[in-house]
T-cell receptor, first 111, second 112 residues
């Protein structure tokens, strides 16, 4: 049984560009949450998707948006990248309100 | 909103010793408290969790205790091994949501 998968593993972008990160949830899971983890910090909640809708949102600007597809996979989009957006982006999947399991993350570097 | 404080930020122990990491939370409505282990270059891995209707939970060498009155919970690792070396995060689920709020992490080093 595959766990949570994320792509790409690493990404380098320049300021002002846009990026799309992808996540496939663990089999049987219908909810996807996205977190940003800066170096040396704990993950910070960005938003959560369930039934293809954003259900909850953390304290992140509108430059951060997402989508969930009918097969429960999800994308995180970040527009107008800033240097401060450099971080590890983590996807976690769950069965609705149950335990969240994390993927390996996508390391985004903004130059 | 919920705020989670975690101590210590670094912890170094000898192989075979015990390690204890402590967390406090602010939202009395929080009802779920997972612990994650994160190795270098990897995503957080769930190692144990506890819900607010339970005071203690144990899984082999790992145990978690919860004191709802004091709003703190702790991770206990016994008979530590070098492979336990990693960064450990506590988290709390904010009351009324499914949002995980994390502590800042504890870097555990187990010296052979």
């Amino acid at each position: 049984d595959a766990g949570v998968t994320q792509s790409p593993t690493h990404l380098i972008k320049t300021r002002g560009q846009q990026v799309t990160l992808r996540c496939s949830p663990k089999s049987g899971h219908d909810t996807v949450s996205w977190y940003q983890q800066a170096l040396g910090q704990g993950p910070q909640f960005i938003f959560q998707y369930y039934e293809e809708e954003e259900r909850q949102r953390g304290n992140f600007p509108d430059r951060f948006s997402g989508h969930q597809f009918p097969n429960y996979s999800s994308e995180l989009n970040v527009n107008a990248l800033l240097l401060g957006d450099s971080a590890l982006y983590l996807c976690a999947s769950s069965r609705r309100t149950d335990t969240q399991y994390f993927g390996p993350g996508t390391r985004l570097t903004v130059l | 909103g919920e705020n989670v404080e975690q101590h210590p930020s670094t912890l170094s122990v000898q192989e075979g010793d015990s390690a204890v990491i402590k967390c406090t939370y602010s939202d009395s409505a929080s009802n779920y408290f997972p612990w994650y282990k994160q190795e270098l270059g990897k995503g957080p891995q769930l190692i144990i969790d506890i819900r607010s209707n339970v005071g203690e939970k144990k899984d082999q060498r790992i145990a978690v205790t919860l004191n709802k009155t004091a709003k703190h919970f702790s991770l206990h690792i016994t008979e530590t091994q070098p492979e336990d070396s990693a960064v450990y995060f506590c988290a709390a689920v904010q009351g009324g949501s499914e949002k995980l709020v994390f502590g800042k992490g504890t870097k555990l080093t187990v010296n052979p």
